[in-house]
């Protein structure tokens, strides 16, 4: 296989990884994938629809989109009206993602409070009967908790 068509493929794999992972839709999750991938110095328009075969409207819609989820941004050229999208916060993507896993680990941590508490005062035999599956489950999370934490913290140290 040539090197386009390997990156081709991780783009396809990539791509669906990002429609389920940030809730994209499909062409969105591989203009964003393309980016990630992208040797240039940025994107353009016209290069997504290019890159993509989409009509103007949906490469439009999608860039939109991800511009609006902060996922990319973009920058012009002194005496180019074209827009050239990158990556937003190239440095900061696994700590954002990072940031993203841990604000759910600590909700469903919270939750997981919340049912203890009201399964100890109104159904005490249930709360009895989970103690050991939720002792397991908390472990857990305060586990990863810790984890994503030092990583996070290991991450910026290697920021440029």
Do not use: W
């Amino acid at each position: 296989m040539s090197k386009e068509e390997v990156k081709d493929k991780l783009i396809e794999d990539l791509g669906i990884h990002f429609e389920t992972e940030y809730d994209l839709p499909p062409l969105a999750a591989r203009i964003f994938a393309s980016l990630v991938l992208t040797e240039e110095d940025g994107l353009t328009f016209e290069d997504c629809i290019h890159k993509r075969g989409a009509s103007k409207s949906s490469i439009s819609t999608s860039l939109n989109l991800l511009l609006q989820r902060e996922f990319v941004k973009y920058y012009t050229k002194s005496g180019d009206r074209r827009r050239y999208f990158i990556l937003a916060d190239k440095n900061t993507f696994f700590i954002k993602k990072l940031n993203r896993s841990l604000k759910h680990l600590e909700r469903e941590g919270n939750i997981l409070q919340k049912i203890s508490e009201y399964n100890e005062k109104f159904r005490p035999e249930k709360h009895i009967e989970n103690r050991k599956k939720r002792e397991v489950y908390t472990k857990c999370i305060l586990d990863m908790t810790s984890t994503l934490k030092t990583t996070i913290e290991e991450l910026k140290k290697h920021q440029k």
